[in-house]
C-alpha cells in the first residue's frame, strides 16, 4: 500500500459493502457481517493494520474469515477486488453521504438517484447546495424535516477534525500499556510511567511521552529504539530518545536516576498552567524547581524519588496526575482538602452494555451473548450487571410488534437466570434497554413496554442541533418516566465528529438531584461523554453519576478504566458514582 489506511478509513470502507449490499436487498446476512466487522474496526483500541502485521486480525470480534481475507488482500495490495466489483454497481456519491450522520443506504442511494449525483467529487458540496434550496424536500417520500436533518448533518462533516492528528484517550492507552509492557523486558528499567497528557488521561492524546527510572540510561534507550513496531529513530543521544512507529506516532523517552525520578515525574505530568503556579509559589519561598529536582539559591539541587515528597517540600499533598490542570488543585492540596477520588477497583457493575439479543434496534446491535457478557462481568470481579440494547426500530416495527419483543427478551433473560443460578448469585443480571429520546421528548417504546424492564438508559440519537431550551425540556421529558434512571452519554458528542448538545445544566443537575436520576459517564472511545468539566459540576450540584462502558462488543467492557478517567479528572469520589454501590443497595434503587 501507498499509505496506511487508519481504522476509520477501513470502517468507513466495511460500511459502504454493508451499505450495498442492504440495497441488493436479497444479502441481509453479509449486512449484518460487514456491519459488525465496521463497528469492531471503528472502535478497536489498536491500529487495525497493526493487529495484521502481528497476525492478531481474528482478535477483532465481528470480523470472520471471508472479511479478514479481504482485509489481508486490502493490507497486501491497496485494494480488494471484491469490494471494488461489489460497490462499483453503485454510483459512487452514494458511498459519500453515507459520511452524513442519519443517512443510511437507502437513503443515500435515493438521493444520488433523484438529484443525479454519481460522482464522488463534489458529491457533498453539490448536495448541500440542493438541500439549500429545496429540492431534497421535493422527492418522494422526503420532506421538510427530512430536508432539514439532511442540511443538520453536512454541517456536522464540516465540523470534524481530520483524522490522526490527536488520538482519543482508549486508543493512547492502549499503546501506551504495549510500550510499557515492551519496556519491562529490559532488566534495566526500575520503573516506567506515561507522562502528559496521557498521565492526566485527558480525553485526547497527541504524541506520547514516557519517563523511565533507571541507573543505565544507555541501554534503556537502546532497547527502546529496538521497539518492533518502529519506523525510524528521530533522535537519541544523553537521557532521551525520539522515535517514530509505523503508525506515525512520536513516542519521547526521558530517563533519570531513581533518586531524583519524583521531580522528572512531576515536571512532564502537569498541565503547563499547573506547572506555571508551582513556579511562581515556589519563587516566593526562594525556590527553582526543575526537572532535576527543587534548588534554594546557590545551594545544589535537591533531589526526590518520589512526587510525594516533591510536592510535600512546597508545602502541600501530593496531588493526583488527572487534577492537574490549575483549576483549584494546587490550593485544595496547600489546604489539605483535595478529594479522594474514585478508583477503578471500586466499581461494582455496569449498566449499559449491547447483547446480541435480535431485538432488531433502530441502532447497532451488540456482538456478545448474555451468557458471555454476565460470565466476563463475573470475572471482572462485578456483582451487577446490565444489558441495554438499542430499542427496536419504530420505523420498522408497529407498538404491538415492540412489546412483543420486549416481552420475548424479558422471557429469556428470566430463563437465562433460572438456567444460570450459581452464574447469576456472584454476579445479577437486570434487563435494561437503551431508549431514544425522540425529539419532542417522547421515548421510543410504548407504554405498555416498560413492563418489561428493570430499568432504562434514555439518550439523544438525533436532531442534536435542537435551540438549548427546546433540547433542555426534550431531556427532561425523557428522563421523567419512572423506570428511565439513566441519561446515556448526555450530551450527545462525538470526539472529532460532533460537538455536544446545548443544554441548561443548572435545569438538568436540579431535575436529577430531586428525581433521583443518574447521568452517565460513556466510556465509549468517541464519547466519553460527560466531559470531565461537566462531572465537577455535576459532583457540585450533589447529582450522581454511572460509568458505564456502554459496550457493543464482549472486550469493550475493559474500557470501564477510561470512564472511571474521566470521573476522576471531575473530581468524583466514591460517593459521587452509584455503580460503585453494592447490589443490595442497588436492588433497593431499582425495584
Known sequence: MSRKMSNQEIARLLKGMAAAYQIKSDQQFRVKAYEEAAVSVEHATSSVKDLWDDGKLETLSGVGKSIASYLDELFRTGKVKHFEKVMGEFPPAMFEYLKIPGVGAKTAYKLTKELKITSSKGAINRLKKAAKVGAISQIKGFAEESEKAILEGLGEIGKRGKEGQRMNLPFAGELAKEMINYMKQCPHVKRIDPLGSMRRRVATVGDLDFGVATKKSKEVIEHFCRYPKIKEVAAAGGNTARIVTRDNRQIDLKTMSPNAYGALLQHYTGSKQHNIHLREIAQKKGLSLSEYG??????????????????????????????????????????????????????????????NYPIEPSHDLGTASIKEIVTKARKMGYQYVGIAEHNPSISQHSDKQIIAILKRKKDVVEQFKSSNKKLVRSTYLFNGLEIDIRPDGSLAIPEEGFDYLDFAVVSIHSSFRQPRPKATKRVLSGLNHPKARILGHPTGRMIYQREGMEFDWDQIFDFCQKNNKWLEISAWPTRLDLPDHLVREAVKSGVKMVVNSDAHQLEEMDLMEYGVSVARRGWAQKKDIINTLSYNQIKKLLC
Open 294 to 355: 527543587i534548588k534554594m539559591g546557590k545551594k545544589s539541587v535537591k533531589k526526590y524519588d518520589t512526587e510525594e515528597k516533591f510536592y510535600q517540600e512546597l508545602g502541600m499533598d501530593w496531588i493526583p496526575p488527572e487534577l492537574r490542570e490549575d483549576t483549584g488543585e494546587i490550593e485544595a492540596a496547600q489546604e489539605h482538602q483535595l478529594p479522594k477520588l474514585v478508583k477503578f477497583k471500586e466499581i461494582k457493575g455496569d449498566f449499559h452494555i449491547h447483547s
